[in-house]
């Protein structure tokens, strides 16, 4: 993952609009959470693995995430 630079967030008018779950939070609270956490550029990798201990919440604001599971038998 690469995290973005202030100037890359702002010129790809990047932000966290009040749509589903955001959906009640006014607009000021959602540019200072924005302003809160690190955006990130992801291509092909694997950001969240099943049974180890998370220390983020991701948030999808372009693109598309793929979720997959394997249940491996004994």
């Not at 702002?10 to 955001?22: K, M, P, Q």
């Not at 959602?30 to 180890?52: K, M």
């Amino acid at each position: 993952m690469r995290i973005l630079s202030e100037t890359e967030i702002s010129s790809a008018g990047l932000a966290i609009n009040a749509v589903g779950i955001f959906n009640d939070i006014e607009d000021s609270e959602l540019s200072s959470l924005a302003r809160y956490g690190e955006w990130v550029e992801a291509e092909n990798e694997l950001i969240v693995e099943d049974g180890t201990e998370q220390e983020y919440i991701f948030l999808v604001s372009i693109g598309s995430v793929a979720v997959s599971y394997t249940h491996l038998r004994a």
